[in-house]
């Protein structure tokens, strides 16, 4: 089976394929999309690309799993808290008016008015890819940046249980994370952590991820620099505590917002967020038991997930971390996906192979990678790490399963029903 040097991740080739297909219109920032790794870690990327001023223009990101998101936006029609949206998505009412940035600056300027608030920029209910407010917050011990942005969930969606779970710490390096339900039913998730996962500097980013019961997604970020990128740290810790992050998310001056701002176009209201078709499957522990038998011990997977899974392995030799993807109908992808130095098999499936240095990884760090496609369009893609995280250096030579066991793992029909 010939071996094929790897220039690119599999799962961001995967990813820029699925951006491709559903008409994105543009080759994606492959790096800068997958740099959390994990269909966990999409929430953060989705709510940074929609509350960073400036940031690129309207952007359907999609997850490792195969899930577009696409971020609340458009246009719309009555002031701050008229009508709201109901359980269903459906309105109450007449289309409410958009709220403007302005409104919006105003709003966050009165919930920080215990300091002093400026270099605000924001975008209105009716702009494109959808509302944001950020500025830069000073308590008097500093400067920093802080950043809401505004949304929609499909309530009880798997999108939107992930947004308010805290991370895996293999890909999201974070001192304190937790989950508080609010009394009347809202879930929000805060975490304490760092604006590069390699914590290259000590930037820090605290978040709180809020999804009401009826499906409006508060997105909350804190620097403790006054920029999120680029501008030295002014402060030892960002200045909003992990209650009062929770209570700024909770503001009911977002919902409101939120109710004013229009459906996705072309997708009627209340009607789930598209996914693509996933096979019913629990990746992380199919992957468990197809491993050898009696070699590895697991110190971390990613629980129940479909679609995309990890676990963190170790034969004694040190820790490897281990990833699977999993997906249907990726038949019109196949050619960039498999190119000359691919394999297919009599029955049609095409198999590839990529052997090279990790992209993202720390000094030493190595990726393996079988990547398979059945003639009907399953795809199962298998990577594996010599080193325990995606941004870690290695913990020894080569990766302890071999490319034929990884092989094996991934042509198993274990992965469908």
Known sequence: MPDVEQHSDPFEEQLSADLRRAGAGFDADRAALVAAGAVRGRRRLLRRRAAVAGGA???????LGGALLLPGGGGGPAPLG???VGASGHTASAAPAAVSGDALIRALE???SDGKFGKAQARGTDEEPGPYVSGVYDDGKGAAAIAVSLGRVQPGSDEARQVTECPGKVFTHYDACGTTRLPDGSVVMVMQGYEYPDRRVDTKLWSAELVTPEGHHVGVSEWNAAAEKDAPVTRPEPPLSPARLRQLAAARVWRDAIDATPEVPGRPAGDPTPTATRPAVAVAPTLRNLLPKGRFTVSEDSGD???????????GKGTCFVQVNVQDDM????GDLFGSG???????????VHQGPSEKGGSGAVMWTVDTLRSDGRRVVISELNSGAPHDAATRTTPALTVAQLRTIALSPKWWR
């Not at 038949?331 to 196949?334: L, T």
């Not at 691919?342 to 590839?352: F, Q, Y």
Request: no cysteine.
């Open 331 to 334: 038949s019109d992808v196949a």
């Open 305 to 315: 997930d479909t679609g995309y899974g990890y676990l963190v392995v170790d034969d």
């Open 342 to 352: 691919s394999e297919e098999l009599p029955d049609g499936t095409r198999i590839a």
């Open 110 to 112: 009165k919930l920080l």
């Open 82 to 84: 008229a009508a709201s």
């Open 57 to 63: 223009a309207s952007l359907a990101l999609v997850g």
